[in-house]
C-alpha cells in the first residue's frame, strides 16, 4: 500500500529578487523540511504558487526536490490542470522524472460537472497506472466541489490513492471515509482542520504549517492516533493562532513572510500576488515569538 506518511508539506516555490525561481533555496528548503517532521513534499501546489510558474519551471522544481532529499522523503509534484490532456502531459512527465505521486486538483474555472470530474481523473490515471495519485478538492479556489460519491467512485480506481480534502465539509469527509476502500487515505487541506479530520478517519494533512511546526504536527497526530486526545488537543489549541493567521490573507504570502522572519531568502510572492500588508505581518510576527519560532 502506498504511504505518504503523516506530515505533508505543500511547499512553498522561492523567488529571487528578481522574479525567477531560486533553485538553490528551494533545494535547501526542501532537504530543512524532511529533517523536521515532513514525510512528503508536495511541490507546486497552492502554496508553491503554481498558476504562475511556467511547467518548465515546475519540472525543474520536481528534480530539484527529488535531489535533495535523496530518499530521506517522498515527493508529490502537482500535476493537475483545468486541460486533461495538459494533466496527463505533465502527469506523465513527472512519472519519468521519478516522483512517488501526482497532485491531481479538480480542474478550475471551467466547472465541469461530477461525470466530467470523474473521467478527467480516471483519464489522468489510467495514463500514468503505476504513479499514486492524490486528488485535490479545494472548491473556494476551483469554483467546483469534488461530491463525496465522485471520490467513492474515483478510489475504486487502483492508483488514486488519497485525497487532499480543503473543502471544510467535514460531513463530506464523513461520507468520503464511510463508503471509500479503507486504504484509501484521507488527508486535511486546512490546518486548523486536522485534529477534527483525525476523529473522522483522516490519516494526515497536507500542510502549510508543518513549514514550521512540522515536528509538532508528527507529535500532534502520533498522539491522536496512541489515544493520548488530550495531548493533541493542547498542541491543536497552541499552534492554532499559527494556524490562522497563515491564512489572514491569501496563502502563501503569509507563510513566505514567516520563513522570511526566520531568515529563510524566499522572495515575494509573484504577482498578482502581493506583499503582506503591515498589518498581518505584526501580527504573524507577534504569534510567531508567542510560540517561540522566533
Not at 105 to 117: D, F, I, M, S, T
Not at 227 to 240: E, K, V
Amino acid at each position: 500500500m502506498v504511504d505518504f506518511g503523516r506530515v505533508l508539506t505543500a511547499m512553498i516555490t522561492p523567488f529571487k529578487s528578481d522574479g525567477s525561481v531560486d533553485y538553490d533555496v528551494a533545494g535547501n528548503l526542501a532537504a530543512h523540511l524532511v529533517d523536521n517532521g515532513t514525510d512528503t513534499l508536495v511541490i507546486c501546489g497552492t502554496t508553491g504558487e503554481s498558476p504562475t510558474l511556467t511547467w518548465e519551471e515546475e519540472y525543474y522544481l520536481f528534480q530539484v526536490a527529488l535531489e535533495a532529499i535523496a530518499g530521506k522523503g517522498k515527493v508529490i509534484a502537482g500535476c493537475g490542470s483545468n486541460s486533461t490532456k495538459e494533466a496527463i502531459a505533465a502527469t506523465e512527465k513527472a512519472a519519468k522524472m521519478g516522483v512517488h505521486g501526482a497532485l491531481q486538483v479538480v480542474p478550475y474555472y471551467n466547472k465541469p460537472p461530477q461525470e466530467g470530474l470523474y473521467q478527467h481523473f480516471q483519464a489522468i490515471a489510467q495514463a500514468s497506472p503505476e504513479l499514486p495519485l492524490l486528488l485535490y478538492n479545494v472548491p473556494g479556489r476551483t469554483g467546483q466541489n469534488l461530491n463525496s460519491d465522485t471520490v467513492v467512485q474515483l478510489a475504486k480506481i487502483d492508483n488514486i490513492v488519497a485525497i487532499k480534502e480543503a473543502s471544510g465539509n467535514l460531513d463530506q469527509v464523513s461520507a468520503i471515509r464511510r463508503l471509500a476502500p479503507p486504504e484509501f487515505q484521507i488527508y486535511s487541506g486546512d490546518d486548523s482542520l486536522t485534529l477534527p479530520m483525525l476523529a473522522i478517519g483522516a490519516k494526515g494533512v497536507v500542510s502549510v504549517a508543518s513549514h514550521l511546526v512540522g515536528k509538532e504536527l508528527q507529535q500532534m497526530i502520533k498522539a491522536f492516533s496512541e489515544g493520548d486526545t488530550n495531548l493533541a488537543s493542547q498542541i491543536h489549541l497552541r499552534f492554532f493562532p499559527l494556524f490562522k493567521v497563515l491564512f489572514a490573507t491569501t496563502s502563501p504570502i503569509p507563510v513566505k513572510k514567516a520563513l522570511e522572519i526566520q531568515g529563510w531568502k524566499v522572495g515575494s510572492p509573484r504577482p498578482p500576488l502581493w506583499e503582506i500588508s503591515s498589518a498581518i505581518s505584526k501580527e504573524l510576527e507577534n504569534v510567531l515569538k508567542e510560540l517561540s519560532l522566533i
